[in-house]
C-alpha cells in the first residue's frame, strides 16, 4: 500500500487548509488511517483516526474542536479539514496505518494514537503568528 500526502503548505493564524492522504494499493474499506504530526524537536503526534471498517473516528484533545477527519471511498482518500490554526501546529503532518489490509479489518484502537507502521512522505504545516 501506498500512502501520499497532499495539501499542507503556509497559512496566517487562524486560517485553513485541507490535508488529504491517497491510500493507494489494498483494500480501502479495511483501513484505518490515522493523521499524525511531528514538530521541529518533538516526537510524533496522533491527532486525528478514521476507521473505514465501522466508522469510528477519534481526536486528540487538542484538536478536537478545530479539525474534521472525513474519508471518500470513491477516491481511496482520507481528508483532515484544518480550521482556526495557531502557530504551534506548525508541523509535518503524515498520515499513516496498518502496511496492508491482510489481517484487516483494522480499526482506530489498532493503528492510533500507536500502531501504525506504514507512513506517507508528510506534508509541511507552517502557520505564521
Known amino acids: 500500500v501506498q500512502l501520499v500526502e497532499s495539501g499542507g503548505g503556509l497559512v496566517q493564524a487562524g486560517g485553513s487548509l485541507r490535508l488529504s492522504c491517497v491510500v493507494s494499493?489494498?483494500?480501502?474499506?479495511?483501513?484505518?488511517i490515522g493523521w499524525f504530526r511531528q514538530a521541529p524537536g518533538k516526537g510524533r503526534e496522533g491527532i486525528s483516526c478514521v476507521s473505514n471498517s465501522d466508522g469510528d473516528i477519534r481526536y486528540a484533545g487538542s484538536v478536537k474542536d478545530r479539525f474534521t477527519v472525513s474519508t471518500d471511498s470513491a477516491k481511496n482518500t482520507v481528508y483532515l479539514d484544518m480550521h482556526n490554526l495557531k502557530p504551534e501546529y506548525t508541523a509535518i503532518y503524515y498520515c499513516g496505518g496498518p502496511r496492508s489490509s491482510q489481517g484487516g479489518p483494522y480499526y482506530c484502537q489498532m493503528i492510533w494514537p500507536h500502531g501504525a507502521d506504514h507512513w506517507g512522505q508528510g506534508t509541511q504545516v507552517t502557520v505564521s503568528a
Open positions: 494499493g489494498d483494500k480501502f474499506e479495511d483501513y484505518a
